[in-house]
């Protein structure tokens, strides 16, 4: 019998088009010492991207398997010009534009709309020690 958790665990190891996006251009910026305004935990932010991988992983694979069936009509219709596979042949056509437009945009959505996270409480008002807010919360939480 084929476990479907086993699988998900294997498609969810596989990174999203945004995650190697943004190992290229994010993650060779030095992270910056932050701090947090909840716990006042000082060190390196957590980068969030916006949105679910789940979302983006989802919208990849409708799009493969679409572009699977429009190829396989393609090649049917060359020998078996029949009614339902030009209908088939022309819907993931359709569909295929429409989750290709989907996926590319939640994907530089992604890449782009990020946001820093505390690594201890979770917290999103994550900001530069070296701004005059940090320094505040610095003399605040960590001077004796
Ligand atoms: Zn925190």
Redesign the pocket.
């Known amino acids: 019998m084929i476990n479907i958790q086993v699988i998900l665990t294997k498609l969810r190891s596989i990174k999203t088009p945004s995650e190697y996006l943004a190992a290229c251009f994010h993650e060779k910026e030095a992270p910056k010492e932050s701090i947090?305004t909840?716990?006042?935990?000082v060190g390196p932010a957590t980068r969030q991207m916006f949105g679910r991988a789940d979302v983006e992983r989802a919208l990849w694979v409708i799009l493969l398997v679409l572009a699977v069936i429009y190829l396989v009509d393609m090649l049917v219709l060359k020998f078996l010009n029949v009614w339902i596979i030009r209908a088939a042949y022309k819907a993931t056509s359709i569909a295929g534009k429409i989750f290709l437009v989907a996926g590319i945009g939640y994907t530089l959505v992604r890449v782009s709309v990020r946001s820093n996270l505390?690594p201890?409480?979770?917290?999103t008002e994550?900001i530069p020690v070296d701004s005059p807010r940090g320094q505040k919360l610095m003399q605040q939480h960590h001077s004796k």
């Open positions: 947090c909840a716990c006042a935990h505390c201890t409480c979770g917290c994550v």
